[in-house]
């Protein structure tokens, strides 16, 4: 039997007992089992159930905002490709789901099937709808869960929040919930359950408690309904090789594991005479960061030969080296960061469950894009090579053999050292741009990023419009020069090292604007950059001068105008200046609108206001008039190659 599969042209039927061993459903992720399909072509195997799941699911249960959308049957994108994770397991694998067209709110194919038995329901007890199971056979699901306030295993009638998955609670306990108790925290007055709407701090925990709350109304004194009841031992052996033992506290404390205060419950450990959070005694042994190359590992303290300081290479503050961090696994590497610091955006790091898994992922993440080695020199370098961006072969030079200014074609900047170039085409790389690895773990997302060639773009970091080759990282879109950059770096223009702060919403030091999307800034100074400023060349050519002129950080107070618009500049901002013609210019005037596009680059129809795809020129032969305005065009037009039509536009007017 075969059948159509959306993500596969043919699959064929295979018969019970001869699935092979361990081998697991591409739509699942469980074990093979019972009936399935292979695919003839390639490794790929669907159970029957979900090779037949229904493309569509409308009125979901779990999903009441959107149910006239309704949810779609998706396969998960490859793994360069940002994914949302389910909103009941939270997991991010790589197999089917459904997702709302509307939202993004998406069920991982598993999850997805327990609305034959999902009841929804209002409950004062939290600030979030609460989804009613009833059969213990469909909570397979949750197994690795326990109930949020008695922590015994799911095994009975649950209700469970998509919103927010901490809490999952057994029905009996929800029924049984006590209106007064007597908690050993408070031991002046009873604490009594409020369920109505009230903003303040969990005394115990220091979050945000969710509506229904135990409280003293003469103490002001509140705890979250979850923490009146906290496990008294906790033991996972994957966290931490021994159990933690709950223990009560009237006063402050500080914990071993991420160095902040806590007070009232604490966990000690007493063969490691350590004492954490309530948090803290589950938190990943080792994780992924997407901010260093190399795993990291959690550890209680560091062992040094010599008494050095040590800075968090996140928020540049000092690390104790006696309490809490998080360190690199490699010899040598001296990475080192606070425990929140690096678990406060859980987008940057996965966790990992085996060490071996370290140099599996470190290996995965640098595939390079050089395809072969063709000749290598007597130092061993690569002096012919095979890219996967070019048909021809590429040779290793260290000049131009012609005076002019060659932009290299996969980060558009000038080339001024070692390159490769192509014999048969005029095609040129840099040699750092073309040893970048084609599939890389950036620092930006966690997931790889792909190099791709994409024409033409705007990226998303730099806000600039470029030809060449783009790094794409999860939805994201990054250009060759902003992929290079370091999220630890040292600026020309700046005495200090800057480092990245995706929340800095105040003005870049470099144009004066505001950074909308974060900035590189200093820990100890008010300086900071965003990633237009950064990735400026260095130098470059102008018609105003006949020398290079080079970005300049430092004030002039004497020569505040520029030589091209003639308008007045910020004296404190970056501008380009030649010292021996005694030029200085805006960047904006200097660079104009595209500086990173390559001639003959083809604008697509929704970059501009015309019905024709248009193709982008730096210079123009003769004098032509704009088709717009009319005016005579000399510098950067896009022109239309269309028999019929072949109109000449400014670059100004196309928007």
């Known amino acids: 039997m075969e059948i159509k599969n959306e993500s596969h042209n043919k699959l064929v039927q295979q018969i019970t007992h001869c699935f092979p061993l361990k081998t697991y459903c591409d739509g699942c992720g469980e074990l093979l089992s019972a009936l399935y399909f292979i695919c003839i072509h390639c490794n790929y195997h669907l159970h029957k159930q979900c090779a037949e799941a229904p493309l569509s699911l409308p009125n979901h249960p779990l999903h009441p905002q959107h149910s006239d959308v309704g949810f779609f049957l998706r396969q998960r994108p490859r793994s360069f490709d940002w994914v949302y994770g389910c909103a009941l397991c939270k997991e991010r694998h790589n197999m089917f789901f459904y997702e709302c067209n509307t939202c993004y709110f998406s069920l991982d194919i598993k999850c997805a099937k327990l609305s034959s038995s999902c009841k929804f329901h209002k409950h004062d007890i939290h600030k979030h709808p609460l989804t009613f199971i009833e059969s213990s056979t469909v909570i397979d699901v949750l197994i690795r869960f326990n109930c949020s306030w008695c922590h015994e295993p799911l095994t009975d009638a649950i209700y469970f929040c998509s919103d927010c998955l901490s809490f999952i609670i057994h029905k009996k306990c929800l029924d049984e919930l006590p209106t007064k108790i007597d908690h050993l925290t408070h031991r002046l007055h009873p604490l009594i359950l409020n369920r109505g709407d009230s903003d303040g701090l969990c005394n115990l925990c220091q979050k945000q ?11 002001q004194f509140k705890i979250n309904v979850e923490c009146a ?3 008294s031992i906790v033991e996972d052996k994957s966290r931490h090789q021994h159990p933690f033992s709950m223990l009560w506290r009237q006063g402050s404390f500080i914990c071993d594991a991420c160095d ?22 589950s938190l990943p042994r080792i994780i992924k960061f997407s901010r260093h190359d190399h795993c990291i590992f959690h550890k209680y303290f560091l062992q040094t030969q010599y008494l050095t300081r040590q800075d968090c290479m996140i928020c540049f503050n000092e690390v104790k080296l006696d309490r809490g961090n998080y360190s690199c696994w490699k010899p ?9 610091c690096v678990l406060e955006d859980d987008e940057l790091y996965k966790v990992i469950e085996e060490e071996k898994q370290c140099e599996e992922l470190y290996e995965k993440s640098m595939q390079s894009s050089i395809i072969r080695f063709i000749e290598m020199n007597e130092a061993r370098k690569a002096t012919t090579i095979q890219h996967f961006s070019h048909q021809h072969c ?5 000049k131009m053999e012609e005076e002019i200014d060659r932009k290299c074609d996969e980060c558009m900047l000038s080339i001024s050292t070692l390159f490769y170039y192509c014999l048969e085409c005029p095609f040129f790389l840099h040699k750092t741009c073309a040893e970048l690895p084609r599939i890389k773990q950036h620092w930006f997302r966690q997931g790889n990023a792909i190099l791709l060639f994409k024409g033409f773009l705007e990226c998303n970091f730099c806000d600039q419009r ?8 999860g939805g994201w879109e990054m250009c060759l020069r902003c992929a290079k950059v370091a999220d630890i770096m040292k600026c020309e223009g700046h005495q200090h090292f800057l480092f990245i702060d995706f929340k800095y919403r105040e003005k870049c030091n470099g144009c004066g604007k505001r950074c909308s999307n974060g900035a590189f800034r200093c820990g100890k100074c008010r300086f900071a950059l965003d990633f237009g400023c950064l990735t400026l060349p260095h130098s470059t050519l102008h018609k105003i001068d006949e020398h290079k002129l080079k970005l300049t950080y430092d004030d002039d107070k004497e020569q505040i105008y520029c030589d091209i618009c003639e308008r007045q500049r910020d004296p404190s901002l970056w501008y380009y200046s030649c010292s021996i013609c005694d030029t200085s210019a805006h960047p904006e005037c200097v660079l104009r609108q595209f500086p990173f596009v390559n001639d003959g680059v083809t604008f697509p129809s929704y970059y501009h206001n015309h019905h024709h795809d248009l193709k982008f020129f730096r210079k123009v032969e003769g004098y032509l008039e704009c088709f717009h305005c009319g005016k005579l065009c000399q510098e950067e037009i896009l022109k239309c190659e269309e028999s019929t039509c072949d109109n000449i536009i400014h670059c100004e007017c196309s928007d």
């Open 466 to 473: 470029c030809s060449g080759f783009f790094y794409y990282i």
């Open 394 to 398: 590429l040779v290793l030079a260290d």
């Open 209 to 219: 408690h969710s509506r229904p709350f135990y409280g003293c109304s003469l103490c």
């Open 260 to 281: 902040t205060e806590g007070n009232y419950i604490s966990y000690i450990c007493l063969k490691c005479c350590i004492i954490v959070h309530k948090k803290c005694t």
């Open 229 to 231: 009841w906290p496990r």
């Open 332 to 340: 040598g590497c001296n990475y080192v960061v606070h425990v929140n």
